[in-house]
T-cell receptor, first 114, second 113 residues
């Protein structure tokens, strides 16, 4: 099993550009999440999904959108990139909802907005 | 407000010694705690978890202690090895429903050979 796979690993965007961070998992997990990690900080939840077709906002959703058309894939869309979105983004999945088991993380996507 | 914090941002230990990483939390309603390890350039990886109805849980070379009276969590690593060098996060999930896991800022552990 590959686990949680994120692409791209690195990306530089100009202010106002848009892009999609891809995330796929092969563990048949229903729950998937997107977090961002700023330097020296913990992870903050952007969006999450409890199953295909169902998504909801986390702690810091502004400036982002997600979709969940399949169990495996959970892409994160950045519209009109801003310098404040410079961060490392982590996709994660879990078998059960939070509070009931561990999260499996991808290796991260480092985004710089200039 | 809710917060999960760490007492020390960095910890340096000699190889072979035991390491203790501390974490404070403020939400007494939290009932599930996890320690994650994050190596450079990688995503966090699960180490060990504990529920609020427990005081201690042991894994392979790691022990988590939970003191609900003072809202304190610690991770003990026995016989610390160079491969243990990483950032360690505690995470707290309140029993209020939803997806509200709160991650602390992390403690960087350096293991000296």
């Amino acid at each position: 099993n590959a686990g949680v796979t994120q692409t791209p690993k690195f990306r530089i965007l100009k202010i106002g550009q848009s892009m999609t961070l891809q995330c796929t998992q092969d563990m048949n997990h229903n729950y998937m999440y997107w977090y961002r990690q700023d330097p020296g900080m913990g992870l903050k939840l952007i969006y999450y999904s409890v199953g295909a077709g169902i998504t909801d906002k986390g702690e810091v959703p502004n400036g982002y959108n997600v979709s969940r058309s399949t169990t495996e894939d959970f892409p994160l869309r950045l519209e009109l990139a801003a310098p404040s979105q410079t961060s490392v983004y982590f996709c994660a999945s879990s078998y059960s909802g939070q509070g009931a088991g561990e999260l499996f993380f991808g290796e991260g996507s480092r985004l710089t907005v200039l | 407000g809710e917060s999960v914090g760490l007492h020390l941002p960095t910890l340096s230990v000699q190889e072979g010694d035991n390491s203790i990483i501390n974490c404070a939390y403020s939400n007494s309603a939290s009932d599930y705690f996890i320690w994650y390890k994050q190596e450079s350039g990688k995503g966090p990886q699960f180490i060990i978890d504990i529920r609020s109805n427990m005081d201690k849980r042991q894994g392979q070379r790691v022990t988590v202690l939970l003191n609900k009276t003072v809202k304190h969590l610690s991770l003990q690593i026995a016989a610390t090895q160079p491969g243990d060098s990483a950032v360690y996060f505690c995470a707290e999930t309140p029993n209020t429903g939803g997806f509200k896991t709160i991650f602390g800022a992390g403690t960087r552990l350096f293991v000296k050979a």
